[in-house]
């Protein structure tokens, strides 16, 4: 199922719903468990312009994986330090193993 997801960052804090999207681009939706760093700064890039900082995330999420069942269900797994979808390449396909805000 595709997940329609912001491709701007908005603040979030533990406890927070975001789209993860896996190493497989699997969508999921993910439980933050972490925020590393402060929304909002901004720092000097080496072109001489400037970015906002957004921080990375450490996620929980249910498997989709089948293989990952037990008896108490689909298995959670977890992804630390994710990078938002923003963060990544400029005009590079986006690589799996990210975040974003649901739309």
Known sequence: MERKYSKVAAPVEPGDVVI???????????????????????YDTADGGS????????????????????PYGQQTERMS???HYSQGPDKMPKPGRFWANPA
């Open 20 to 42: 993860v999207v896996d190493e497989n681009y699997r969508q999921h939706f993910g439980l933050v468990t972490v925020v590393h760093g402060n929304f909002g700064q901004t």
């Open 51 to 70: 970015r906002t900082y957004v921080p990375c995330l450490n996620v929980v999420y249910v498997s989709q994986d089948t293989a990952k069942r037990d």
């Open 81 to 83: 330090s994710l990078q």
